[in-house]
């Protein structure tokens, strides 16, 4: 547990003491340093356990084969006294504060035991609950690990490049912002920055969850805990070491456990009541029938310690937090943020989903979609006279159309004299010609349009499409449509979410209807809202709500961040390169790959059919053990060895799904070339 508060530490560390557990100031660390400091307590658990064993066996022994009873219960009493070493504060805390949990159950079984004269059962119960304590402990701490690993992705030194060019080692949390350093082949990148120097693959899968590495090259971004491959780079930092995209991550995951989901709360709730029930049935077992019916009282008093035993709910108290964060832990592997429980469970009840349009299902970035050459001119050359005027332009349009041309094998050569026309177009000298390219409504100013024109660019413009004319002193000799085009991904994952049972798919854009109606009908959407302001997509989550239930909205975290805090569940796209989009989302997507909606909604139903199956086997166990109880067939060290099973079954259970994220990974990487594949030996 994390406490932040402005308190007095020695107040706090003294308030939890006796509740019969430690605290000590809470400070960041890494899971080196944590193990250190949590050892000592498992350790002692295990030596415990042992020794508890170690003593009720020997204890069996002196009293089966040797018959010798007092050395006989001298061993199980010391099998008692250790076995509740850790047990009795705790017992003597549920007490004082008359709420019943497991540990008192417990004590009282075992003491009534030895009132009855039960030594060995008493020394048996103890030690299969010191066991079966240190065994949940190794459980638990092996789904926290999962999450803490997190931040020892990052390696405890950088390469720091001197502004003399020497390079000399340093802790990632010394090297200032705007330092550069040095990444060689095979090594981990210590902090987020920009590349100066160099191209090479990178391994991104520790962030992004993404199984193929991305080619890095001069001015792209790179991320601490990814792992470089086969250049040498030069990285300029851009973040402290504790505000890296990977060290946000890890510290929202490990927050997030804090936030319970709601059937968390709901065993909490369960467990609340259901042990003062189980005390007082165990006393009414134990009181009533010797009282009403002149029945024995050992035997009695015996049945109702069993039922004691079989009754505590330590199964299914741990259980569901347990696979709650070994969910979690999966689903940062896999390259998806999620900020609580809750977040999780909510995305198994999903009914709706609505996505952001541009960012999200398109690229958010135009690109050129055709070059239309007129009256029997050449592409080409369009594109060529286009590229030499946008040579030096920083507008998204003259952007894609350089792009375009680049793609096309096109390096044309800046035009000369170039006058930039708000609003309008731009105009300049290419090969000794005077060559322009506008919109619509400059080529009509320039008087250079004719009906023909008029008739290709109203056909191109159709969908939404944005039209360039490229022309001369002669007239229009080419037109250049543009759009932002529809992700690759973006029609497999909306079918692999209906595949996962989502009914309505909706896309909201605050473009125009035309263009809002050509995305939606190329991929399928079975609602489209569009001309949306982004308080107008606020309004339409609380509409979708209504009319489907459970709604989650889909964006990238910026200009959505209205709407996905009114939705159910707000998903942003592309995370990892976006610091807004990690603290404004519910859940997050560290890449921008939209199947992976379909896996989260897979995992989140996992996670809850595993609850399920955990709350409902350890139900079951309980009630036919109490009805054995009762019919006195159940003894109490075989209540405390079905009690244990139970618990490390849940347990074991809930840690299946920490392969989740493992498995994602490998059914991306499914048909990589041979050369990827050897790159990815290489930097396992």
């Known amino acids: ?377 050449d592409e080409g050359r369009i594109l060529r006279l286009a590229a030499a005027l946008e040579a030096r332009s920083t507008h998204p349009l003259g952007r894609a159309i350089l792009d375009h041309a680049a793609a096309g094998g096109i390096a044309p050569t800046p035009a000369e004299s170039v006058q930039s026309l708000p609003g309008k177009g731009m105009c300049g000298v290419v090969d000794g010609e005077a060559v322009w390219l506008g919109s619509h409504r400059y080529a009509m100013e320039r008087g250079a349009e004719t009906p023909a024109v008029r008739e290709a660019a109203l056909a191109l413009a159709e969908g939404g499409r944005s039209v360039v004319a490229v022309g001369d002193a002669a007239g229009v000799r080419g037109l250049i449509a543009l759009s932002d085009p529809i992700r690759p991904e973006a029609a497999t994952a909306l079918a692999g979410l209906r595949r996962a049972g989502v009914g309505k798919l909706i896309m909201l854009t605050g473009d125009n209807a035309a263009t809002g109606e050509r995305v939606a009908a190329a991929l399928g959407f079975d609602l489209v809202l569009a001309e949306l302001l982004p308080e107008d997509k606020s309004e339409a989550m609380d509409d979708l709500a209504r009319q489907f239930g459970t709604v989650a909205m889909v964006g990238d975290g910026v200009n959505d961040a209205p709407a996905m805090a009114r939705s159910s569940l707000g998903i942003a796209m592309g995370a990892a390169g976006t610091d807004t989009a990690i603290e404004t989302s519910d859940l997050a997507l560290m890449s921008d790959d939209l199947t992976r909606l379909a896996w989260l909604i897979g995992h989140s139903r996992r996670m809850m059919t595993v609850i399920r199956q955990n709350i409902g086997f350890a139900i079951t166990l309980k009630a036919v053990f109490m009805v054995l109880a009762i019919l006195d067939i159940a003894t109490l060290w075989g209540a405390i060895a079905a009690d244990m099973g139970a618990a490390l079954l849940v347990a074991f259970n809930g840690l299946r799904l920490l392969k989740a994220g493992v498995t994602q990974r490998s059914e991306d990487g499914m048909g990589l070339s041979s050369s990827s594949n050897t790159l990815k030996q290489r930097l396992a």
């Open 1 to 377: 547990m994390i406490v932040r508060a402005d308190i007095d530490a020695d107040a706090v560390i003294a308030a939890v003491s006796r509740t019969g557990m430690g605290a000590e100031p809470w400070e960041r660390t890494s899971v080196a340093e944590r193990d250190k400091a949590n050892s000592s307590r498992r350790l002692l658990q295990a030596v415990l356990a042992g020794l508890s064993g170690g003593a009720a066996l020997l204890g069996l022994i002196l009293d089966q084969a040797v018959k010798v009873p007092l050395p006989a219960q001298i061993a199980e009493a010391v099998a008692v006294a250790v076995g509740l070493w850790m047990v009795l504060p705790k017992a003597l805390h549920a007490v004082r504060s008359l709420r019943p949990d497991m540990n008192l159950l417990m004590s009282v079984a075992v003491f009534g035991a030895m009132a009855l004269g039960d030594w060995m059962e008493a020394a048996t119960v103890s030690a299969l609950f010191a066991l079966s304590l240190a065994l949940e402990s190794w459980s638990a701490e092996r789904a926290r690990r999962a999450i803490a690993s997190l931040m020892d992705l990052t390696p405890p030194m950088a390469r720091v490049k001197g502004t003399d060019g020497a390079e000399s080692l340093a802790a990632p949390e010394d090297v200032p912002v705007g330092a550069v350093f040095v990444v060689l082949p095979g090594e981990r990148i210590p902090l987020d920055g920009r590349v100066l120097v160099g191209e090479s693959m990178v391994d991104q899968a520790p962030i992004t969850g993404e199984s193929v590495p991305v080619l890095k090259s001069v001015g792209t971004e790179v991320f601490a805990g990814t792992i470089n491959a086969d250049g040498v780079l030069e990285v300029q930092n851009l973040k402290p070491a504790g505000e890296t995209t990977l060290a946000k991550v890890a510290r929202l995951v490990e927050e997030a456990q804090g936030k319970r989901s709601k059937v968390e709360r709901w065993v909490d709730r369960f467990a609340a009541i259901y042990t003062p029930v189980v005390l007082a049935g165990a006393v009414a077992v134990a009181v009533l029938p010797p009282l009403a019916l002149g029945l024995d009282w050992s035997e009695w008093i015996y049945r109702s310690l069993v039922l004691l035993v079989i009754s505590c709910p330590c199964a299914l108290v741990i259980s569901t937090p347990l696979t709650v964060v070994a969910a979690m832990a999966s689903a940062a592997r896999a390259g998806v943020l999620v900020k609580g429980g809750e977040y999780l469970e909510t995305a198994s009840r999903l009914s709706a989903i609505a996505f952001d349009k541009t960012g999200t299902v398109t690229s958010g970035r135009p690109g050129v979609e055709r070059v239309m050459a007129l009256d029997g001119g």
